[in-house]
């Protein structure tokens, strides 16, 4: 399921252009365009996954307790793979209003001293 309309499922689709980091089945592991951190990276799903994440999970023949658990595993894939897991990293999900793009996403970011994309 895409939207055409979607930044994000246009990446998927080989349409627009982003570096890839790792790419599993149901996911997409990119650079961020516009990085807040030295690094960091966008855990997109490969389906489109708008406002309502829970109920296209369902859509998708997962429960969203299933999906969140999947993006979780992709996530700490790309924090061991860029060694964050030894330097720190910060995992952040926007939603409702907070999301540029309505496509679920979760940003993994890192690669500084101080605590990357603002104090929480």
Do not use: R
Not at 45 to 60: F, I, S, V, Y
Not at 73 to 78: I, N, R, S
């Amino acid at each position: 399921m895409t939207d055409t309309n979607c930044l994000f499922c246009k990446i998927g689709l080989g349409q627009e252009p982003a570096k890839v980091i790792l790419e599993t089945e149901g996911f997409l592991c990119i650079e961020n365009k516009y990085p807040s951190a030295p690094v960091h990276v966008l855990v997109i799903p490969k389906a489109h996954m708008g406002k309502k994440a829970w109920t296209d999970a369902e859509k998708l023949g997962v429960t969203g307790e299933a999906f969140w658990g999947k993006m979780m595993a992709v996530v700490f894939l790309v924090v061991i793979k860029l060694g964050l897991d030894k330097t720190g990293y910060k995992l952040v999900n926007n939603g409702a209003g907070y999301n540029h793009f309505e496509h679920e996403h979760m940003h993994i970011l890192g690669g500084t001293k101080t605590e990357p994309g603002g104090a929480t």
